[in-house]
């Protein structure tokens, strides 16, 4: 199971920083990415990084603003998101990605943490 943490409710233009821990899977096996779901809508691609963190990859909505990041040796994944901005509020979730598309999640889906962003 993949735990994600570090949500919570932030003025636009603050910051937040996302953490992704593995409980019975391993986070260093894997590429692995980001997605976030609001109501009403399918979850979407945020952001990806390749098994030893030599390529990313970010939606066009957040390139420039947010960054992925993993450590392999404390098997954990991290999402820093600045300047945040009204709709980038969601329920984020990590998961791990397929070899072969950095945008294609694999496996079952966490709780997800939640991002607001308002004034």
């Known amino acids: 199971q993949l735990v994600e943490s570090g949500g919570g409710s932030v003025q636009p233009g603050g910051s937040l920083r996302l953490s992704c821990a593995a409980s019975?899977?391993?986070?260093?096996?894997?590429?692995m990415g980001w997605f976030r779901q609001t109501p009403g809508k399918e979850r979407e691609f945020v952001a990806a990084?390749?098994?030893?963190?030599?390529?990313?990859d970010y939606a066009e909505a957040v390139k420039g603003r947010f960054a992925i990041s993993r450590d392999n040796d404390k098997n954990t994944l991290t999402l820093q998101m600045n300047s945040l901005k009204p709709e980038d509020t969601a329920v984020y979730y990590c998961?791990?990605?397929?070899?072969?598309?950095?945008?294609?999640?694999?496996?079952?889906w966490g709780q997800g943490t939640q991002v607001t962003v308002s004034s």
């Open positions: 998961n791990h990605l397929a070899a072969y598309d950095l945008r294609t999640p694999l496996g079952s």
């Open positions: 019975g899977r391993t986070i260093s096996s894997r590429p």
């Open positions: 990084i390749s098994l030893g963190g030599g390529r990313t």
